[in-house]
């Protein structure tokens, strides 16, 4: 076939494929809709995603192996344990907290509590000692990280004396729920995702299935008046890439206003994570993905409408 | 330029409708084939389509096996084979205009030729003005003109029409008539099933007759004789 004849036969698919989706509009807009609940359902998922990512970090930013000094540690001591702790490769970082910020925290945590103010004063000197507060890299990792601090491991060598107490062993508890929660929400997530995304591809093969079987008299004539496969094929291709693209632009549309809504409700509740900013950064990836599935989707379920048509 | 070489066709559940038939039609013949209901005609244009394939015997359009073409040498060959049916198939959502410019653009016929043909040939049928219309805008008659545009618009050597009278009032039953009997003038073999005693004794051609899947009679100017 020459290039002339190629690009002829491309127009030819195009205009068809365009009259086809312009002139059969209900047929159309069914199965846009069909595909726009499918993409959305994938939005949601991609959506959910970032919630769910954000919130886990919050709960894992809240969760630390915090290292008390005796009253009497010196600040060497404690620089060696810090400089000892960000050594260790599973620490993400160690954040210092001295005697007095204790104090002044403790303070204000209890302002208004008159008595305990009051017992406070009464000692006279500081009873806080600073802290080293240690973020793991990952939550499995606090355990291995408060092994490495026991004093059985002599990672600490001689400062090792200025530690009080490692609160790990009062966390443990808390810390390994934590982490079988993440650990199931992320399995029945996944598998959740999978069951609706496979779901709403069974419904949109049945839609466009549907639509093409009116069809069927229509590919048989064309068959017989001589068009080969590829030229009644394409403007069904060309039909489904329509959908698709309409479908991703509806669910975009959607989305924009669904997560303006979503972020007023759950700015508090979220503080940091505002879903419609973080639904106009990714927008590109978000667009790419839906266009990408949604066209996937639509093609095949057409190629293998049509193909059982074409076996005339 | 066609053969049936003792062809049977006979069905899954055993119903033989074709039963050893052997036939020639030569170029530029006009030939009716007439039968009662189940007679086998409508077996006989299946095979000739392509739609079927034989139990036995073979099927050759010059000296091809149409029955072994695949690919592009079968779209090559629909394409020398134009197909008017009883119930016209136009496609619905396609104009009368569309419809005929479908077959030219299957054909991979250059959008010029598309414009200078396709008007042309709807005033042969007499349907220039109504060329924009769809096909439900038009009268069975009207839509059986369309579908023998769409059948001669890329010169096919054969022209297939099965029963094209069959949904028509006489006075359209005649046009068709006599739009055939034109293309057949013009030096197109056309094949002809019918049960309209009417048209083939007028007609004053070759005449097959067909009973139970066998060819009864086959004269070469006859009458409707059952």
Redesign the interface.
């Given at each position: 076939m020459s290039n002339n004849n190629k690009s002829t036969l491309t127009k030819r698919i195009l205009v068809a494929g365009f009259r086809g989706f312009y002139r059969n509009r209900t047929v159309s807009l069914s199965s846009i809709f069909i595909l726009t609940i499918t993409l959305s359902i994938i939005s949601s998922f991609y959506l959910s995603r970032a919630i769910f990512d954000y919130t886990l970090g919050q709960i894992r930013e809240k969760v630390d192996v915090r290292v008390y000094f005796n009253t009497d540690a010196t600040d060497a001591q404690i620089g060696d344990v810090k400089a000892k702790l960000l050594g260790l490769s599973q620490v993400k970082s160690v954040t210092y907290t001295s005697k007095e910020d204790a104090l002044s925290s403790f303070k204000e945590k209890h302002n208004g509590d008159q008595l305990t103010l009051q017992a406070l004063d009464e000692l006279g000197s500081n009873p806080f000692g600073a802290s080293l507060s240690v973020i793991a890299k990952d939550t499995s990792q606090y355990e291995s990280i408060a092994t490495a601090l026991s004093s059985g491991s002599g990672l600490l060598g001689d400062s090792g004396g200025a530690v009080d107490k490692i609160n790990y062993y009062q966390l443990k508890d808390s810390i390994d729920k934590l982490n079988n929660i993440i650990g199931w929400i992320d399995t029945v997530g996944f598998w959740i995702s999978v069951v609706f995304i496979l779901m709403s591809c069974m419904i949109v093969y049945n839609t466009i299935r549907l639509a093409i079987f009116v069809y069927r008299d229509e590919i048989a004539v064309m068959k017989l008046v001589g068009a080969s496969n590829m030229f009644i094929r394409g403007p069904f291709i060309v039909e489904a890439l329509l959908y698709a693209l309409v479908a991703t632009i509806f669910s975009l549309i959607f989305f924009f206003f669904a997560t303006i809504w979503v972020a007023k409700k759950t700015v508090f509740f979220f503080e940091g994570l505002n879903l419609h900013l973080y639904f106009t950064e990714h927008f590109f990836s978000l667009a790419g993905l839906l266009l990408l599935s949604g066209a996937v989707l639509a093609v095949i379920s057409s190629l293998l409408a049509v193909r059982k048509y074409l076996k005339v | 330029m066609l053969y049936f070489d003792r062809v049977s066709k006979e069905y899954e559940n055993g119903n033989k409708v074709l039963d050893n038939i052997s036939l020639t039609i030569n170029h530029g013949e006009l030939v009716s084939i007439v039968g009662h209901s189940g007679a086998g005609k409508t077996t006989l244009i299946k095979l000739l389509?392509a739609?079927e394939d034989p139990t036995e015997g073979t099927v050759s359009f010059h000296s091809d096996n149409i029955h072994h073409l695949r690919g592009?040498d079968m779209?090559?060959y629909?394409?020398k084979v134009g197909?008017v049916f009883q119930d016209f198939?136009?496609?619905?959502?396609k104009t009368a205009y569309e419809n005929v410019a479908?077959?030219m653009?299957?054909?991979?016929k250059?959008?010029e030729d598309i414009a200078e043909d396709v008007p042309h040939v709807m005033d042969l049928v007499d349907l220039k003005d109504k060329m924009h219309q769809f096909p439900h805008q038009l009268s069975g008659g009207e839509q059986q003109r369309v579908a023998i545009a769409?059948?001669i618009i890329?010169r096919p050597e054969i022209i297939i029409a099965d029963e094209p009278t069959g949904n028509l009032d006489p006075l359209n039953t005649y046009d068709i008539v006599q739009i055939l009997k034109k293309i057949n003038d013009l030096g197109t073999t056309v094949i002809l099933t019918t049960h309209n005693k009417g048209i083939v004794d007028n007609l004053g051609r070759r005449v097959i007759t067909m009973e139970d899947g066998r060819i009864t009679r086959d004269q070469k100017s006859g009458k409707f004789t059952m």
């Open positions: - | 389509l739609e592009n779209t090559n629909r394409r197909v198939r136009l496609i619905p959502n479908f077959a653009e299957a054909a991979g250059q959008d769409r059948a890329n």
